[in-house]
């Protein structure tokens, strides 16, 4: 079976474009099984997150899939076209990539302290 996936992608700084995609797929599979497939075997450069790999337990992998909020690890791939952009309203870092920490919650760098003789902590 095959299946074509329209993907948004670009960063904050160009203009969206979308790249098709196609993908064979065995029943079952899921978005996030082929976006995996597509990133090895076709555009290492494809941007994407996931944690749990079809767990359903991480979040990470949450994006706009056919124009609804949905998570990649569930959706099941299917013949015919299936569109992928990121998560509205939320910042694009790149790709399907948004930034989805609140700012609160978001790692703030440290600055690096002297501790003894010199040495960085």
Do not use: H, W
């Not at 599979?29 to 994407?48: I, K, Y």
């Not at 979040?59 to 909020?69: A, F, N, Q, R, T």
């Not at 299917?78 to 790709?95: H, Q, S, Y």
């Amino acid at each position: 079976m095959k299946a074509t996936l329209a993907i948004q992608r670009g960063t904050p700084a160009e203009t969206p474009r979308v790249q098709s995609f196609d993908v064979a797929f065995e029943p079952g599979q899921s978005v996030l099984d082929g976006l995996r497939a597509l990133r090895r075997e076709s555009d290492p450069s494809l941007a994407f997150r996931f944690a749990c790999i079809n767990a359903n337990a991480c979040k990470e992998c949450m994006m706009l899939i056919d124009g609804k909020v949905d998570y990649a690890c569930t959706v099941r791939l299917k013949e015919g076209v299936t569109t992928l952009a990121p998560l509205p309203k939320k910042a694009l870092i790149r790709d399907l990539v948004t930034e989805i920490a609140p700012p609160d919650e978001r790692l703030q760098p440290s600055p690096p302290s002297i501790s003894r003789e010199g040495a960085i902590s």
